[in-house]
């Protein structure tokens, strides 16, 4: 069976995994977009978590290849066996995830509920709800079946989502000329890490359906030079020298489609106003524990309920009456302590205005970071620094640009929004003067 997809082509699905993607939890991604709110800023970013999460399956295949053409002459069972577990890994990475937004997770219950952490007190997340879907569903033994062919269990596929899940990790382990090797660590940087398989399908896919091109980056330079370093008896994600500007394209890249797309202002008052709805005492909203009612909370089914409900912000929602943007400060721009400092008081200023006049303001505050992993010590990416006369030298990625100190710090962006009755109203008042800034 093949799948086509309008940025990879066609995608060979194996026999063993059409139980998993043709169950109802897998085919729930189809109706649950990728980018949420982001149609009314980008109308053509209609498309949806499956198609997501095929493009990640797809990915990781290309990746996995490149990087262990080496293991396959070596070793093919084992090539077999965790080229088949990556593909099932990425493919089920986003199974879990609520409908419209990451702001519906207000509406999980408690962890404890769902089984998966017993004595936690803290809400669920849509990573919980994929390892439930994992672990305990009718959906896991169609992973014990697809999984039984090549020697690993569903456990261990929740185990490369989720890296801090203990499990007995015999089956990543591989005895290569002689020698054990974990390879548990790079099959999970491939699903996630800074250079893993979702966010190379994402990126792309996103950038393509939105209409933008700050998404785009040299993906096959970069495939072409993956490779793979062995510490301690542990297998890393490694990239030769060769791609590192690629590298660094690939994180502004994401950083960009942050701040232009994923952080658009119409996108983020949306998030906010179905945030102010699912935190109203007069909400009756809930996701269910219960993993079989969870897979009918789709995107149509969070609008049906909005539709019927009389409160003020699920009306803005359905009848697009959204509150307007009033204001909005760029960390950085431009980049002085006095600078920040001015737009600080200038925001509190704002601030103290519209609340002398009784006027309702959404305060939100979007933050974009270059890299989210750089500075943790856990599984690290490698540089692979060949200059052809001495002996290839194998380098933590951070070590290797300057990018990441460059962008130390997050930017963010502050904006204040107004009902659209009060937005007309304030769009008499004279502006302030210009801010005067220290260059």
């Known amino acids: 069976m093949e799948i086509r997809d309008l940025i990879h082509g066609s995608v060979a699905i194996h026999p063993a995994e059409l139980g998993v993607l043709d169950s109802r939890y897998f085919q729930r991604l189809r109706n649950i977009r990728q980018l949420g709110f982001a149609e009314y800023s980008f109308p ?27 293991l396959k002459k070596r070793n093919l069972d084992a090539w077999k066996s965790f ?18 937004s990451h702001t519906t997770e207000f509406a999980m219950p ?39 062919i090549f020697g690993f269990k569903p456990i261990h596929i929740a185990a490369l989502i989720d890296s801090d899940l203990r499990v007995n ?5 591989e005895r290569i000329d002689g020698e054990k090797f974990n390879f548990r660590p790079i099959l999970h940087q491939l699903i996630s890490s800074e250079l893993d398989a979702d966010r190379m399908d994402y990126l792309r896919r996103d950038s393509f359906y939105s209409g933008v091109n700050y998404g785009e980056f040299d993906y096959s330079w970069i495939l072409r030079n993956l490779c793979a370093h062995t510490r301690d008896g542990k297998v890393y994600l490694a990239l030769k020298h060769r791609a590192l500007y690629a590298f660094e394209d690939f994180l502004l890249a994401r950083f960009n489609m942050f701040l232009q797309v994923y952080l658009h202002h119409k996108t983020v008052v949306y998030d906010e106003m179905l945030g102010k709805y699912l935190n109203d005492p007069e909400c009756d909203y809930k996701l269910p524990a219960d993993i079989e009612a969870y897979a009918q909370c789709t995107d149509a089914h969070l609008y049906s309920h909005l539709s019927y409900s009389k409160n003020r912000w699920a009306r803005r929602i359905v009848e697009k009456q959204p509150f307007k943007m009033f204001m909005e400060v760029h960390s950085g721009i431009p980049s002085t302590v006095n600078a920040r400092e001015q737009q600080e008081r200038l925001f509190k200023k704002a601030k103290h205005e519209l609340e002398s006049k009784g006027i309702e303001y959404i305060e939100n505050t979007s933050t974009g970071i270059l890299s989210k992993y750089f500075g943790k010590s856990d599984d690290p990416i490698f ?47 004279v502006r302030d003067s210009a801010l005067l800034f220290d260059y």
Request: some cysteine; glycine content about 4%.
């Open 83 to 100: 080229r088949a577990i990556a593909r099932l890994s990425a493919a089920l990475h986003d199974i879990g995830h609520g409908p419209l």
């Open 110 to 148: 408690e962890a404890s509920k769902l089984g998966i952490h017993p004595n936690s007190k803290r809400k669920a997340t849509h990573e919980d709800y994929t390892l439930k879907i994992i672990l305990d569903s009718p959906l896991t033994p169609h992973l014990e079946r697809a999984g039984a």
């Open 169 to 173: 990790e015999d089956f990543f382990i």
């Open 44 to 70: 053509s970013a209609t498309h949806n978590r499956y198609i997501h999460s095929i493009g990640a399956l797809y990915t990781i295949t290309q990746t996995f290849e490149a990087i262990f053409e080496g």
């Open 383 to 429: 540089v692979k620094y060949d200059n052809l006369y001495s002996q290839a030298s194998f380098i933590p990625v951070q070590k290797c640009t300057s990018l990441f100190t460059q962008y130390p710090n997050s930017r963010s962006i502050s904006r204040l929004f107004v009902s659209p009755e009060d937005h007309h109203r304030l769009k008499s008042r």
